[in-house]
């Protein structure tokens, strides 16, 4: 089954500092935490057209909390229904295709914000979470 990223919207996005009680720690030593989530949202008058909203909680160690909602709207060559939502396609594919854009933006509302130039990781979606 192929799909095509059609259309990207920020939902929410929220930034806070966190007051850095640790003097000593440089940024070299920042930890940085993502939870990723999904939900998956039906086209009724189109079962070949799809939403996935990401909401994603990142958090910098002793400096930031981010937390943003993603929508991307996709098309697929095939219709999708509860079996397709828990096929490779979203587990990998679609992930695959939309964690860079939430990546990047991320990055950026850090780097605007003042509070300095962070990456976010990159993760292998198609990897077995568990090798």
């Known amino acids: 089954m192929k799909v095509q990223l059609i259309t990207k919207i920020v939902h929410k996005a929220s930034i806070n500092a966190i007051e850095n009680k640790d003097t ?3 940024d070299k030593q920042v930890k940085v935490h993502v939870r990723l989530d999904n939900e998956i949202f039906e086209n009724s008058k189109d079962k070949k057209s799809f939403k996935v909203r990401y909401i994603a909680a990142i958090k910098l160690e002793h400096r930031v909390e981010i937390n943003v909602e993603y929508d991307f709207h996709f098309t697929s060559s095939e219709e999708i ?3 397709t939502a828990k096929s490779s396609l979203f587990k990998s594919e679609i992930p695959s295709i939309a964690y860079p854009y939430l990546k990047v933006y991320v990055e950026s509302m850090i780097n605007l914000s003042g509070i300095g130039n962070y990456l976010l990781p990159y993760f292998d979606f198609y990897a077995d979470p568990f090798e």
């Open 24 to 26: 000593k720690s440089s």
């Open 81 to 83: 229904n509860a079996e």
